[in-house]
């Protein structure tokens, strides 16, 4: 297996890193910060995020998309180095690719083409307060009325809500939480009636919100393709964000070691810079070792995107582990070379450590994917648990 980028590839990375460089510096994204209305200062990237194709990477070429996840990560990664405030993987690749694996072609296109043109964004919600991560745990429920549906429930933790024009919603036909069976997804427009959006801004700075739904009332097109399909859609759909994720953690533990790097140069004690000390010279080879092997995971896992279920679950759980364990060690290093200043509003670097911190702990943490990696080479190997 080729771990290494293809000529588009690279190009496709280096065009992204080029517009964020120049577009999304450190002070406009404090000031986004600091704005009641951050979603509207967003508007603009999002355009240009269409005119580049990057809402339709990894979408069907049928709704306009293009390419697959070795070209998606490289626009994530860029995202990641410069704290893109964006809701790009939680509605182009979370709720995108739920609806691109659950619904039928005429559905797909009616979501998913004004996604990739720039014109829509979406939002999935599937967790709620007491599923974890869980994604069968879901007490939302749908009864049919006359031929469409109505929907009672409360989702929680759903990125980039408050930017959404449709939500992807989880809900039970029948059965029992936990159980695989009865769920299906529904497209929700989260203008309708009894739609209640609380939303707020995450420890990263990034958009979310709380979905409650009293008697909302949808027709017959608003579930998406067989329901029997619907839970293995959504562990698609979070396998790959989970990848997505990888790499844009992937992109700030480079921008920290860069920056650190830079600091350690300037910064004068007993009139020498701190890149003369040896010890602080260790310190950041082994930053630089964890974050070539966490590039080397992300790869891989975006490499097994569309391998059998089992082997793609492996992978984006094995990513998420390695690169969740060094994004914490590199954060922290970061930190602690900067010292005090570190931690201060006015400098990025803390701003990366609230990132790869929420990275590490989101989506059940390294722990829970830990085991579930356990538990599929266990079914794989046929062993007892």
Same mark, same amino acid.
């Given at each position: 297996m080729d771990l290494n980028p293809t000529p588009e590839q690279k190009m496709l990375r280096d065009a992204a890193q080029k517009y964020f460089r120049a577009e999304y510096r450190f002070d406009a994204h404090a000031k986004r910060l600091a +704005? !009641? $209305?951050?979603? !509207? !200062?967003?508007?603009?990237? %999002?355009?240009?995020?269409?005119e580049f194709g990057w809402l339709g990477l990894g979408l069907p070429e049928a709704v306009g998309g293009f390419g697959g996840m070795p070209e998606l990560i490289a626009v994530c990664e860029a995202m990641g180095a410069a704290l893109s405030l964006e809701p790009y993987v939680a509605s182009t690749v979370l709720a995108a690719q739920a609806v691109a694996a659950a619904a039928d072609a005429g559905q797909q296109l009616a979501l998913l083409a004004p996604l990739v *043109?720039?014109?829509s964004r979406l939002a999935l919600a599937c967790t709620e307060a007491d599923s974890g991560p869980t994604l069968a745990w879901v007490e939302t429920r749908a009864r049919r009325q006359? +031929?469409? %549906?109505?929907? $009672?429930g409360r989702k929680t933790g759903v990125a980039g809500l408050p930017q959404a024009d449709v939500a992807i919603v989880s809900a039970r036909l029948d059965g029992r939480p936990g159980e695989r069976a009865g769920l299906a997804l529904f497209a929700l427009p989260v203008g309708a009636a009894g739609v209640r959006i609380e939303p707020y801004r995450r420890y990263d700075g990034m958009p979310?919100? *709380?979905?409650?739904? *009293?008697?909302v009332q949808l027709d017959a097109a608003a579930l998406l393709g067989d329901p029997a399909r619907a839970l293995e859609a959504l562990e698609r759909a979070v396998d790959l964000s989970t990848i997505a994720t990888c790499a844009d953690a992937l992109g700030a533990m480079t921008a920290v070691l860069h920056k650190t790097g830079a600091y350690l140069a300037t910064r004068q004690q007993f009139? !020498?810079?701190?890149? +003369?000390?040896?010890?602080?010279?260790?310190r950041m080879v082994d930053m630089f070792a964890a974050l070539e092997a966490a590039r080397s995971m992300v790869v891989m896992a975006a490499l097994h995107a569309d391998v059998a279920p089992a082997e793609r679950a492996r992978a984006a759980s094995a990513a998420k582990v390695a690169v969740g364990e060094r994004a914490r060690y590199v954060a922290q290093q970061g930190v602690q070379l900067h010292g005090g200043v570190g931690m201060t509003e006015e400098l990025d670097i803390g701003h990366y450590f609230r990132r790869l911190t929420l990275f590490e702990k989101a989506d059940g943490g390294i722990d829970h994917h830990l085991q579930r990696f356990a538990q599929s080479q266990r079914k794989e190997l046929g062993t007892p648990r």
């Open positions: +704005s !009641a $209305d951050a979603a !509207a !200062a967003g508007a603009a990237h %999002w355009t240009r995020f269409a *043109e720039g014109r006359g +031929s469409g %549906w109505v929907l $009672d979310g919100g *709380e979905l409650g739904l *009293e008697g009139g !020498a810079p701190l890149a +003369s000390f040896q010890v602080l010279q260790h």
